[in-house]
């Protein structure tokens, strides 16, 4: 099985954020997030690989085993991630930037509860739920090095969760 042909997320483009890296000649300033972001970003479609391929070895419901729920679920969590990436670069608010990684992370456990689940179930192989979760221990450490290109700022959250 090709896992290219399982993945559907579209290649990290360079040239979206070419403009926000260079904008007030203040490139320096911009490119340690845009960057690992785009680190980010290029290893979260990896994974997505993965837990396509994980998913896709779920049974449509035929049996009755609510496999299809499971599988639904999977990718709900799993189509969050890359946008919620892309909408943190596109941002400069830091509360906008907190909420979008607050999601990402939300999501993964949530992915890999009912990767965990799926297993649990008999559905699904033990071995293929530990190279996931390995790819997204790789994910986390990415994610941690983003997170803290997030510079706090000026802008008001207005709900009072990242202040």
Same mark, same amino acid.
Request: proline share 3%; glycine share 4%.
């Given at each position: 099985? +090709? ?13 979206? #954020? /070419?403009? &926000? ?5 203040? %490139? ?5 997030? *845009?960057?690992?972001? &785009? +680190? ?10 993965? $837990?396509? %391929?994980?998913a896709e070895n779920l049974a449509d419901? @035929? +049996?009755g085993t609510h496999q299809s729920s499971?599988?639904?679920? *999977?990718?709900? @969590?799993?189509? =969050?991630?890359?946008?919620? =990436? =892309?909408?943190? $670069? /596109? $941002?400069? /608010? ?5 909420? @979008?990684a607050a999601l990402i992370r939300s999501?993964? &456990? ?14 699904? !192989? ?5 190279? =996931?979760?390995?790819?997204? !221990?790789? #994910? &986390?450490?990415?994610?941690? $090095?983003?997170?803290?290109? #997030?510079?706090? +700022? ?10």
């Open positions: 099985m +090709d896992l290219e042909q399982l993945n559907f997320l579209p290649e990290w483009d360079e040239n979206r #954020f /070419s403009k &926000r890296m260079n904008r007030h000649g203040e %490139a320096w300033k911009n490119a340690p997030g *845009i960057l690992a972001a &785009r +680190d980010l970003y290029k290893h979260w479609r990896e994974l997505f690989g993965l $837990v396509v %391929a994980f419901d @035929n +049996d499971t599988k639904s679920l *999977i990718y709900q @969590n799993a189509m =969050i991630v890359a946008p919620k =990436i =892309i909408g943190a $670069v /596109s $941002v400069e /608010s830091y509360p906008l930037k907190m909420e @979008n999501n993964c &456990r949530q992915m890999m509860e009912q990767i965990n689940f799926a297993v649990l179930m008999g559905w699904a !192989d033990e071995t293929y739920k530990h190279v =996931i979760e390995e790819s997204l !221990d790789q #994910f &986390r450490q990415l994610f941690r $090095v983003w997170v803290t290109t #997030f510079e706090k +700022d000026s802008f008001d959250d207005e709900w009072g969760l990242f202040l």
